[in-house]
């Protein structure tokens, strides 16, 4: 007996907003239940648009500690999470550093864009942080010590001189470049595919407290063909909103939502 093949497109709007539980799941970490599960074969899926607020703060933790060495041996400070310019950020490293045993001053130069940090104490030396290399030589694959944003270079000791240190390079306070929308439940479906995560890239380019909008058609196309296609009921979906270090951004509350396609035949 013959079949006819229906193809047909499909797309579903996803909204963190739906999410099965505000007690269990995060706006960048959730589950949704559909109304009228995906039934067929599913050829491909891709990404048509996604709207994401950029409220992610540009200091986060665990990337917040500076490290350094005073009078009285190896010492830390911690600067509270939350989005900085140069000028809100100095006062507030500066304020810490005093409330150690030492007396420091923490200066910007507008025409080199360095900083200088200056210590009452003639040995002040900068260490490290918590930065690790890959075996690619990649900064990125342990987040990159705070050192990195005020300008300092990773995995390196910075002594002062007379207890003035001023930073090779520029501060990097630019925030996040990129959020990853990842699609966990193809994955109990489908084991060979063209590509092995489900993951869709999506540029940030807007500043602090701006909307992020991406559409195909302005972006990339971002499809995924499946190599076998198995007869599926999908009743759900998990969604993650990751940074670059893999880990579920933190929008601070606020919700986001995205568009995908779905090439379906149906016999």
Known sequence: M????????????????????YLNYTSSSFRIDLANPLIGKIKSFSLKSATIPNTLYNIISPINVMTFTDSTGDTSITIPPGNYSINTLLPVIEALLNATTDTYTVTYDATT??????????????????????????IFASPPSFNYQLGFTPLTTF?????????????????????????????????NTVNTFFTFDVPLYQSFNGINYY????????KYTMQQSLSINVGF???DLLNVFGNNANLNGSDWGFVMEFEIDEA
Do not use: C, W
């Open 215 to 222: 559409t195909e058609e302005t972006g990339s196309i971002q």
């Open 113 to 138: 864009g360095k900083i200088t940090i200056t210590s009452s104490f003639a040995g002040f030396i900068l260490l490290p942080g918590n930065t690790q290399l890959s075996d690619r030589g990649e």
């Open 237 to 239: 979906f998990e969604i």
């Open 159 to 191: 002594p002062s001189t007379a207890g003035v240190l001023t930073a090779p390079n520029v501060p990097s306070l630019q925030g996040l470049e990129h959020l990853y929308i990842r699609v966990r439940q193809f994955k109990q479906f489908y084991k």
């Open 2 to 21: 013959l079949h006819n093949i229906i193809e047909m497109i499909q797309q579903l709007s996803v909204n963190s907003l739906a999410r099965l539980n």
